[in-house]
């Protein structure tokens, strides 16, 4: 599965901040991990760093209880919101009108941008009951 369609499902995913996915839910949530959604940095860290990266998060994951992971896969199915086709057919709508304003400018007038924040308010902050549970 793509890590948008765990995300419906409320299976935690991993990522990175070089896909589209990594960049659009780092820029929606504060705490990405929070909610199931672990983004490896490989845009601004070395290769090793970013294994190191992804070799924590996996531990982390492992030592969740099993409560600890039931919360984390509801936090993550609440964010399937955020990915339904009503709120993503705005920034469609936005790439294809500029790529057909990119392939025939005389033709198709460049778009207005979008301004995200003001078509839907989707920002997730921490969530309040971070950390999920007690620790062991």
């Known amino acids: 599965y793509t890590p948008a369609e765990c995300t419906v499902m409320g299976i935690p995913s991993v990522t990175t901040n070089l896909s589209g996915f990594g960049c659009f839910m780092a820029q929606q949530i504060s705490v990405p991990h929070s909610y199931g959604i672990y983004i490896v940095d ?3 860290k070395s290769p090793d760093e970013s294994i190191d990266q992804l070799t924590g998060y ?17 936090r993550t199915e609440r964010l399937s919101e955020l ?9 469609y709508k936005y790439a294809r009108r500029l790529s057909l304003h990119k392939l025939h400018p005389e033709r198709f007038p ?16 921490r969530p309040l009951s971070e950390p999920p549970s007690p620790r062991p």
Request: glycine content about 0%.
């Open 42 to 44: 490989r845009r601004f």
């Open 58 to 74: 996996l531990h982390d994951f492992c030592k969740l209880t099993r409560r600890q992971r039931v919360i984390q896969r509801n």
């Open 83 to 91: 990915l339904d086709w009503n709120h993503l057919i705005v920034y």
């Open 110 to 125: 460049e778009p207005v941008p979008i301004e995200p924040q003001r078509e839907v308010s989707f920002h997730y902050s």
